[in-house]
């Protein structure tokens, strides 16, 4: 039935998340490209040359075309599989040889990989952006600029997603995947409590009020208004909400309040204190399907989740969504996310069958066929999401709908060659506030000592 196929999907779409639930801030584009435009080194200009001329040779001697695609988690994960079909079927000339690893060795795999400088794979799946900066600083992708001039291409699909992925000036991967924050809550709790629910035009000052109206009870029958999972994203993001600012800044004192409201929910029972999450390894789902929250903060790939564990009996109350809150200076429907791009390797020998294949992967029809799966992709429509909206266990309601669209799309990290090594300091200040080791100004102060050194602005 399409109901399961669609909730089979959604569930397996999820297991995507790893780009975006280790997250950290957000970008804008001048911020994000760093350097001027560098010319294509002479190495990158032969191996685009060689790898057309072999495409041709191929083409020409009618011999059936082999591409070269990485994917992690293939065999459970419809995100893949079902473009890769898809371009098999209008290409019966060419077959897909799928390069599958497990999610935790997927980078690790793939820079082994590309180290040998190997034709295979031609194809990459980029599963985080810090990855991404790195396979370009070491030259492994092919910049795809001049593709994009000679077909004419038009980037304006992606709503500026695209023009977000540039470095240095370059375009090295087309936006495929998308997911991005929104508000979930439990419907059953709100109705109990008579308590309306969230709105999609809430502030954040209006969401701490209602997370503490929603907290009830103690002990291990608490029902906690809201939840914060460990994360530092779930603190920083909305200090990046508005676009005004990244992770990567000279000054972290514009995060100060949204950590001191974060303490504050923490010090006052609104949400789980910090080291009984972390020391218990407590995982966000578990809250929120155990109904030990009226709300939680957190990305679209949930919503497969609780589809899949309401059709497998896990769980049986009724939930719904909403927009993330907004500072009250924003308007509704600024949001954080990070997007999975889809690249080419430098040292492909097909690349432009690679290129032909990228551009597919990342069209208005292979959205319409990843929404069919449950994917949020990187081209914003509102088909795709209605789509989506559809399946049966899907929250009903015209406001659950809306929930899902967005006016503003931040980065949850921006493109910078070192955010991996800000991210690690993000991370052990963003601890030491939440055990109440450092204040808020401690920490900040800490931080933004910290990611100078890393920076070399000192």
Known sequence: MRKKQLVAALMAGA???????????????????GGGAD????????QTTAAQSGDSAKEASGEKQVLSVTTWDNDSSPQFQAVIDAYEEKNPNVEIKIIDTSADEYNNSLGISLSAAQ??????????????????????????????????????????????????????????????????????????????????????????????????GEGSSKVYGSHNHTWQALVTNW???????????????????????????????????????????????????????AMMPMGTWFIATMMQSQAEGETDFNWGVATIPHPADTEAGYTVGALTPIA?????????????????????????????????TGIPSDAAINTIASAELFPEGDSNVEALKYVHYSFDRPLDPQIEEIRTVLNEVHEM??????????????????????????
């Open 15 to 33: 297991m995507v998340c790893g780009t975006l639930a280790a997250c950290g801030g957000g970008s804008t584009p001048a911020e994000s490209q």
């Open 39 to 46: 010319q294509t080194t002479a190495a990158q200009a032969d």
């Open 119 to 216: 034709p295979d794979p031609d194809v990459i799946w980029v599963k985080d952006m810090g990855s991404m900066l790195q396979m370009a600083d070491k030259e492994q992708l092919m910049p795809i600029d001049d593709f994009i001039a000679k077909d004419n291409f038009d980037m304006s699909i992606y709503k500026g997603a695209a023009e977000q992925l540039m470095y240095n000036g370059k375009a090295y991967a087309l936006p495929y995947r998308n997911d991005w924050y929104v508000l979930y809550y439990n419907k059953d709790l709100f109705d109990a409590a008579g308590v309306e629910y969230p709105s999609n035009d809430m502030t954040w000052e209006e969401y701490y009020e209602l997370a503490a109206k929603m907290t009830s």
């Open 239 to 293: 200090a990046v909400q508005d676009g005004k600012h990244t992770v990567v800044e000279k000054d972290y004192g514009f995060m100060k309040s949204w950590y001191e409201e974060a303490v504050a929910l923490q010090d006052g029972g609104y949400i789980q204190d910090y080291s009984t999450l972390k020391t218990a390894n407590i995982h966000y789902s578990s809250v929120f399907k155990n109904q030990q929250c």
């Open 344 to 376: 080419i390797s430098a040292f492909t020998d097909q690349a432009d069958l690679a290129w032909d294949f990228i551009k597919f992967a990342s069209s208005e029809e292979a959205a319409e066929i990843l929404a069919d799966q449950g994917v949020f």
């Open 433 to 458: 506030i939440m055990i109440h080791s450092y204040s808020v100004d401690e920490g900040l102060a800490e931080l933004t000592e910290r990611v100078a050194e890393i920076k070399g602005w000192n």
